[in-house]
């Protein structure tokens, strides 16, 4: 667990961040996308604000990260609480498809992919511009990482093709990326189902990371081998459909996260899909398993 900061605000003061540069051996561990439902039930003992109770929950669980929803109008007070407690914040803002197909509607949005993705540029390009000025403001609250979230795949496989990933989005996640790296800061990519297909892109596009699951063991074996095969590292390994088993399955998936930890390369967290109290309880059975607790 990083030490908690105090008189710095260097995004490099977090595990977390010196563990995306390749400048720690120690393990990150830490929580994606961790709804207000699943914490408020818990009692932390603490004042209900959005803020205070996910700083909580941090403490409690010594958590080395967490993503933060750039959206909510808390975000900006949760990272100055969250900087107390030594857990690294990342901004998480939407990527541009995801935001055009909030906008038309994701069957739209994928027809025009494969049929005229000429319509879909200047689309594309506005959102690209609310997604770079959401960048700023997770900058300018002093977030210690950047999380740009764009589902490219589903539980059957890849929603676009290749081609238009490479010509369309990675020009304009690259002019993300380069924005948060300006400010010094690393970029995540987050992901549903198998990206594999989509690793190059990724890579290409200036990523220090990428954030993945919900798709089974198996595959996420295959996405660890395949991440490190272009540089990418891994933020995942405790599946949603383990933790949703019980207790037992939970402490066997942090036990087996701490082993593809221990090969490099891998920060510990949940796949993205915590959103009930009993979640959030096998996950932090699967957090004592992957630190080697009793």
């Known amino acids: 667990m990083s030490p908690a900061v105090e008189d710095s605000r260097s995004p490099q003061t977090f595990l977390a961040v010196r563990a995306l540069r390749g400048e720690s051996d120690e393990v990150a561990l830490g929580v994606s996308f961790l709804p207000l439902s699943a914490i408020d039930p818990m009692r932390w003992g603490v004042e209900h604000e959005p803020e205070a109770l996910l700083a909580a929950v ?6 080395d990260f967490v993503f933060v929803s750039g959206s909510e109008p808390w975000s900006g007070h949760a ?19 995801g935001r055009v197909a ?12 494969a049929s005229h993705p000429e319509r879909l540029a200047p689309m594309l390009d506005r959102a690209l511009a609310n997604a770079l000025s959401e960048i700023g403001e997770g900058v300018a609250a002093t977030a210690a990482g950047i999380v740009i979230a764009e589902d490219l795949a589903g539980s059957s496989g890849p929603l676009i093709s290749p081609d238009f990933a490479n010509d369309e989005l990675v020009p304009r996640l690259a ?6 790296e300006d400010h010094g800061l690393p970029a995540i990519m987050h992901c549903d189902g198998d990206v594999r297909v989509f690793l190059s892109g990724v890579s290409r596009a200036g990523f ?3 954030h993945a699951g919900g798709f089974g063991e198996e595959a996420f074996v295959r996405i660890v081998r395949d991440a490190r095969t272009f540089g990418l590292r891994i933020i995942g390994g405790i599946e949603g459909s383990a933790l949703r088993e ?13 082993l593809f930890a221990l090969a490099g390369d891998l920060l510990i967290s949940d796949d993205g899909s915590i959103s009930a109290p009993g979640e959030l309880s096998a996950f932090m059975a699967a957090l004592s398993a992957a630190r080697g607790e009793s």
């Not at 990272?79 to 498809?97: I, M, Y």
Request: hydrophobic share 45%; charged share 15%.
């Open 175 to 180: 002019r993300m990326v380069r924005l948060t």
């Open 58 to 63: 941090c403490a409690q669980l010594r958590l």
């Open 246 to 258: 019980g207790v037992p399955a939970a402490v066997r998936a942090g036990t087996q996260a701490a």
């Open 79 to 97: 990272v100055d609480r969250l900087e107390g407690t030594g857990t690294a914040a990342f901004w998480s803002v939407d990527g541009p498809l």
């Open 102 to 113: 909030s906008s038309i509607g994701w069957g739209e949005t994928l027809r025009l992919t």
């Open 208 to 210: 220090s990371a990428i």
